[in-house]
Every structure is written in structure tokens, then in C-alpha cells.
């Protein structure tokens, strides 16, 4: 991924990001496809753990290492995002907590992330435009879904259907961005566009 921040020799390791946005990307689009009532629920629950998850989560690992603080944040963030929801929903399956709190449990959920997504969506303007869009589209697809686990009535199953067709949306990009970062690692040059930052420091003068 671009713009990251590093101090001294390029390290010897490959980027993590395309791992990272592929693991994020693939979840997103089985959790969604449930959401918008294509998929079975439990398709999502092996990515959520092995690959969305702990691929993810070491990601950004392995971002910490390059010295971007960004990616670093953000994968290890949505990695132990994917580990604890595929955790509860385990823990829910095999009867250690309550059914009746699923609803209002994955609205709180879904809200605290949206919290995180924001700044970062925010500070994703630095990055370029491809990974701005897949912050933009995971918020729209966060808030739809926590309003629409909070409301549990027919308009609640309405916006979570809504959130599952904007959470496909958001696995495109995330793939679409994970396939440029790929062929550019690969070719050593920009080959997919992704756009350029957003936002810029303006040099001082004097």
C-alpha cells in the first residue's frame, strides 16, 4: 500500500496489505452475501476465523514491521474484528450466550467498529483513492447494519438486507484494491489506478 511511512533500508519482507485486503475482502463478501439472504450463514464462519482473521491479523503484524502505522492498525483491528464476531457467534451456537441478545449484542458490536472505521476513513484520505473508497463503503455498510440489529422489527431486516448489498459493494473494492496492490508488487510499477491521496501535507514556506 502506498505512502507508508519507513525509517532507513526498505525492509525484506513483502507488503502485507494485498493479504490483508484479499482476507478482508473474501469474509466480507460471505458475510454479506448471507446478510443480503444469498448465502447460508455458517459459509462465513471458517474465512471469519482463518482468513479474514488470522491471516488478517497478521497482516498487520507483519505492517508493524515496514513501519506503517496505518495498515498496521487497520488490518490488526479488522483481523480481531472477524476472530471475536466468529467467536460469538460460536459461543451463541453452542448455547454460552443467550439467543435472545443476538440482536442488540451485534448492534453494539457493529457500532463500536463503526467508531474505529470513521477516523480511519477519515485518515484513509492520505492513502489513495481506491483505499478511501473501502473505508467509505465499510462505513455505509457498519452503520446500515448496526441501526438495523438495534431495531429488530421489519424495517431492522430491511436495512440489514440494505447492509449486505453495500457490504458486497465493499468486498469489490477491497478486492478490486488487494488485485492493484498485487500486480504492482509484482511489476514494480503502478499498473491497476487506485487514485492518488486525497489529502496532502502543504509544505511551509519560509
Excluded: C
Excluded at 498487520?60 to 492498525?73: E, H, K, L, P, Q
Amino acid at each position: 500500500m502506498a505512502q507508508e511511512m519507513r525509517a532507513g533500508a526498505a525492509p525484506a519482507i513483502a507488503d502485507p496489505a494485498p493479504l490483508g485486503l484479499a482476507g478482508f475482502a473474501l469474509t466480507t463478501l460471505l458475510l454479506s452475501a448471507h446478510n443480503a439472504g444469498w448465502a447460508p450463514n455458517f459459509i462465513w464462519v471458517g474465512t471469519a476465523l482463518f482468513y479474514g482473521g488470522l491471516a488478517q491479523f497478521l497482516a498487520g503484524m507483519w505492517s508493524f514491521r515496514r513501519g506503517n502505522v496505518f495498515t498496521a492498525t487497520a488490518f490488526s483491528t479488522y483481523g480481531a474484528f472477524w476472530l471475536s464476531l466468529a467467536t460469538y457467534f460460536l459461543l451463541v451456537v453452542f448455547g454460552k450466550a443467550p439467543e435472545a441478545d443476538v440482536f442488540n449484542a451485534l448492534g453494539w458490536f457493529l457500532l463500536a467498529f463503526a467508531i474505529f472505521n470513521t477516523y480511519m476513513m477519515f485518515w484513509s484520505l492520505r492513502i489513495n483513492t481506491a483505499v478511501f473508497g473501502v473505508f467509505l463503503t465499510l462505513e455505509i455498510t457498519e452503520i446500515l447494519l448496526f441501526i438495523g440489529n438495534f431495531n429488530g422489527s421489519k424495517a431492522g431486516e430491511g436495512l440489514v438486507l440494505v447492509g449486505g448489498l453495500v457490504g458486497v459493494l465493499t468486498a469489490g473494492v477491497a478486492f478490486y484494491t488487494s488485485a492493484a496492490d498485487v500486480i504492482s508488487g509484482m511489476a514494480g510499477r503502478a499498473v491497476l489506478p487506485v487514485g492518488k491521496p486525497m489529502w496532502t501535507e502543504s509544505r511551509r514556506r519560509g
